[in-house]
Structures are given as structure tokens and as C-alpha cells.
């Protein structure tokens, strides 16, 4: 009987196990023949946080995104190739007398030197937004369009002091990009990088939002860039920096050098700053810049909160009679709060200051020997940098940093 019994057992097994493999081999034919028959097995975009099935491009509804070519072609197409020409005048190595080096110089042929970047078409009407660092000193600019067209650009006005300038070409039918509203942008979005990247137009480079605010790389005067490890090469600088759904965020800028051991960190600065300088310069000419008159660097050891420490701006040196020493600041102060927004260190004070319009009063927190207090400042226009260098009369204190 146990024989018996034995026998039936591996009989159900070898039964079952027939059936499993035979299940297993008709499921292979059918993903083989027909994969559309089988439930889909990518995951739903709804269960993953910060995704959503409402976006309209290179999102399929309840599927991950398998494409963003839809989110380039919106953008691509105003991406320009810009070409510039430096005449350099010759000069002979080894000789250090000024003098001698401009004789012998004059006798020797110039060389040229060219230059590569980026520009995006911002406004129907020919606007162009790029980098200041692209066409800053050179003697020739061409600029190529996407669809093959070549013109010479009109240099509108610059702005050294976040690295942006704006062109002009007369043409029409041109493609405009589109503009993120609001220009947010979320550490951990995906973004793509599109520009002349060594002389190869149009390059798309992929990779994600790695920080904001970066504020203290000394890159430029006033700085609140994007940090991303979207390829930035050379040739990018002036290009976009565009979302997953192909709306400009950033005007790329620059990137540490593999030099430095840096792999994957560029930079690029928010569409909201290039926005409001592109439109300061067509209508002034210039930008109009918020000032009051002192010198700011970073205080990390003054005050007392649970770490001993604080936050803030450290008031190096106040000109007499500016909007600061009305006020009432003084060298020693720590400038805590700008418009009731907290201030980490010096570089964003600088930066708060600068985009606040002339003519507006300021409230700002200060602390002076361990008491803080309020007061109002009255920002102005900055001076032409040509008073402010020859400017006398601060008040005494260190120098370090600048505001």
C-alpha cells in the first residue's frame, strides 16, 4: 500500500511540474507574438512621487517617460550657434619692454582668434538672449539659426555683472522658445542642455537639477545659478537649459574644469534673472540696479544661537551719507533679514540688493552686540561705477568683500 501510495505521489508531482513548464513555455509565445495581449508591467507614473500623468509631452498617461524628443523639438529650433572673430595683435615672446615689445609687434602679421557659444531667440521681433563672456571684446559676431540662416547680430547691451547680454537680428519667421512660467525648477528635475557645443549645433545633453542658489562661486559678480550635471561644454555657454516638457529654466553659463577633478557640475542662471535683464537693457539700455551704499562680507561666528553662531551679513564699511548710513547701519552690524527674508551670507544680500528697484524702502533686521533691531532703508539707483571708484568718505572698518 505504501508502494502504491508512493507511486501516485510522483505521479501528481511529475503531473504538476509538466503543467508548470507547459504554462511557462505558452507564455513565452504569446509576449513573443503578442506583447500588447499581456497587462502592461511599467510601473504607474501616479505611485511616483512628483511625477503626474497630466504632462503633455514625452509622458505617455500611467507610463514612465520613454522620450523627451518632443520636449526638444519645442526648444531646439531657437537654439543659435554663435561664431565670433578677435583680431590679436603679434607679440614677441621674451621681450618685456613695452616699448621695444609695440616696435617689433607692429612688424609682425595679427593672428585671429575665434570664439565658440550659444544664444536663444527670446522674442519674435529678433531678441537674443546669451552669455556677456561669448561676445565681450570681439570684433565679429555671426550668429546661424537652426533651420540654416546666417546673420550678423546688433549687440543691444551686456551685463558683466550676471554674465548676460542681448543681440538682435532682423528676420521673420523665427522660432521663439517657450519660457518656464515662474522659471521654478526643483532640485532632482529632469533638465537638458541644448547649445554649439564645440562647434557642434544644436547638441542635447541630459541630466538633473543638483542644487540652487549657488551663490558663492565668485563666477560673477551677482550669482544665483542652477547647478547641474547636464553636460555644459565648450560652445554651451549662452544656450538653453530646458524641463522635461521643453520650457526654457536657465541660460547655461559655464562648468568646473575636469582640471579641477570636476566631473558633471555646470551652471546656469535662472530664465526669472536673464528675463528681467534682457528687458532692462532693451528698454534703458542698461540694467537699473538697487544700492546702498556698503560693504558686506560673510559672518559665521557672530551672535548666539544654539551652535554659537549665526547667519547673516557682516557690515564691513558704510559711505557716508548713503541710503546705509541713513539707516543707521555701521561697520560691525549683521544684516539678518532682507525684506523679512533671512539672509545666509554676503553674496545674497548682494544679490537681494541689486534686484530690488530703485526708490523702494527696505525693512532689515539687524544685530549689533548681541541686540537686534529693525529699520528701513531706502534703496536708489546704483552709481555709475566710474563715481563709485573714485568715491571717498566710507566709514572706517576691514576690507573684505564687495556690495
Known sequence: ???????????????LGRSIVVGLALAFVVVWLRPDAL?????????QPGLTTDAPLGVSPGNYVRSYAEAVNRSAPAVVSIYTNTVVPASVPGVTNSLFQSFLSRRLPARNRRGLGSGLIVRADGYILTSNHVIDHVDDIQLALADGRVFQPQVIGSDPDTDLAVLK???SDLPVAPLAAGGEVRVGDVVLAIGNAYGLNNTVTMGIVSAKGRNDLNLTALEDFIQTDAAIN?????????????????????MLHQSLGAQGIGFAIP?????????????????????LGAIFSDSITLGGDE??????????????????????????DVLLSWAQTPISN??????????????????????RNNQSFITSVDVIQQPPLNLLRYANGLAPGPISGGG
Open 271 to 291: 530664465i526669472a534673472i536673464a528675463s528681467d535683464v534682457m528687458q532692462q537693457i532693451i528698454d534703458y539700455g542698461s540694467v537699473r540696479r538697487g544700492w
Open 346 to 367: 554676503s553674496s545674497q544680500l548682494n544679490l537681494m540688493i541689486a534686484t530690488t528697484s530703485p526708490n523702494t524702502t527696505v525693512e532689515v533686521e539687524v544685530e
Open 307 to 332: 551652535n554659537g553662531s549665526i547667519n547673516g551679513a557682516l557690515v564691513d564699511e558704510v559711505m557716508n551719507n548713503s541710503p546705509a548710513w541713513q539707516a543707521g547701519l555701521r561697520p560691525g
Open 1 to 15: 500500500m505504501i508502494t502504491i501510495a508512493v507511486n501516485k505521489l510522483i505521479n501528481n508531482i511529475g503531473f
Open 39 to 47: 497587462p502592461a508591467l511599467r510601473a504607474n507614473v501616479s505611485d
Open 234 to 254: 565648450a560652445g554651451n555657454s549662452g544656450g538653453a537649459l530646458i524641463n522635461a516638457v521643453g520650457d526654457v529654466v536657465g541660460i547655461n553659463s559655464s
Open 169 to 171: 537680428i532682423e528676420a
